[in-house]
């Protein structure tokens, strides 16, 4: 998607092993088994131990991963089938990292979504290339973030518009940005899935696509 086009970067760091790791929240892997019985300061812990030990300064990853980190909120769902399935890409670092806007366009929305678990400060941005147009979304920002953000504002390719939130406040997360691509808002502002159910991948992957074209992570497939 977008083969000629040229991105920036979203990060001031480089998102390949110069700087970064892959990490896996999968519910397969065996350290994390009890992950989502942890309070985020034990969670925040164990990542930036895990940072140091590998002298990195930010973790990537997560599309299309099945995670069992999300039981630990009632805002994925307990009844009949509960989301399970990350649909962005997930980039952990310190609170306050700043944020670029990959390629020009507009804020569409943004909001805060303050429920457990869930994006805290959101925006969303929308792109159009060769007449298709496109949103980025940007979760678990600063309060800050949101500052003096009005719709429809223009935002330039490169400009920083964001940075990592801390928490409680990014929806009680260990810091990172969820970034996600979205082809179709299905009418949503200021919000959209992040997380969909196992039964819906097939739906969502098609709206959702792997936001690696964006990010060009070498550790991202």
């Not at 998102?15 to 088994?33: M, Y």
């Not at 990537?60 to 805002?75: A, C, D, P, Q, V």
């Not at 400060?121 to 949101?146: A, R, W």
Request: charged share 20%; proline share 4%.
């Amino acid at each position: 998607m977008f083969a000629n086009t040229h991105f920036a970067p979203v990060t001031p760091f480089k998102l390949d092993e110069t700087d970064t790791i892959v990490l896996d929240l999968s519910a397969s892997n065996t350290e994390l088994s009890d992950a989502f019985n942890w309070d985020t300061a034990t969670f925040d812990k164990w990542l930036k131990n895990t940072l140091v030990s590998h002298q990195k300064k930010a973790a990537i990853g997560g599309y299309l991963e099945k995670r069992g980190i999300y039981r630990r909120s009632e805002h994925f769902g307990s009844e009949v089938e509960a989301r399970n399935i990350h649909l962005g890409i997930d980039i952990w670092a310190e609170a306050g990292t700043p944020i670029f806007a990959p390629y020009h366009g507009k804020i569409h929305s943004f909001q805060n979504n303050n429920n457990f678990g869930d994006y805290g400060p959101t925006i969303i941005l929308e792109h159009t290339i060769e007449e298709l147009t496109f949103y980025t979304l940007y979760g678990h920002l600063s309060l800050e973030s949101l500052d003096g953000k009005t719709e429809g504002q223009t935002i330039e390719q490169g400009e920083q518009f964001a940075d990592f939130g801390d928490f409680p406040i990014n929806g009680d997360w260990s810091p990172h940005l969820h970034f996600q691509v979205i082809l179709d808002l299905q009418g949503k502002k200021g919000d959209f899935f992040g997380v969909c159910e196992e039964s819906q991948i097939e739906f969502y992957q098609k709206i959702c696509p792997n936001s690696n074209f964006i990010i060009q992570s070498n550790l991202i497939k």
